[in-house]
Nanobody
């Protein structure tokens, strides 16, 4: 089970931090990926991290502004979002996939085994 927190309303240029707490399994077995969906648009990949935490990958639109991370001691994943702009507005979802390879990461939502409940991020101009 993945439980998300964070999100909210922020002005352009501001920052937010999303959290994704995992329960019911061994957190270290799972690669994690964040997706988002803006109103009227398709869901899109945002950022991914391997189960080791060593490998990360970002969508071009967020590279240099967002940071994905994980804390195995807390069984929690994070998405730090800086320098937000209105195009970042949408519902954000954390997902997890039980990965065999240590550095495997995924960018396709169909690969996810588990989904968080979603959290809204709204960036005003």
């Amino acid at each position: 089970q993945l439980v998300q927190s964070g999100g909210g309303l922020v002005q352009a240029g501001g920052s937010l931090r999303l959290s994704c707490a995992a329960s019911g399994g061994y957190f270290s077995w799972y690669a994690m990926t964040w997706f988002r969906q803006a109103p009227g648009k398709e869901r899109e990949f945002v950022a991914a991290i391997s189960k080791s935490g060593t490998t990360t990958y970002y969508a071009d639109s967020v590279k240099g502004r967002f940071t994905i991370s994980r804390d195995s001691a807390k069984n929690t994943g994070f998405l730090q979002m800086n320098n937000l702009n209105p195009d970042d507005t949408g519902a954000y979802y954390c997902t997890a996939l039980r990965a065999v390879q240590t550095e495997y990461y995924y960018t396709q939502s169909k690969e996810a085994d588990y989904w968080g409940q979603g959290t809204q991020v709204t960036v005003s101009s």
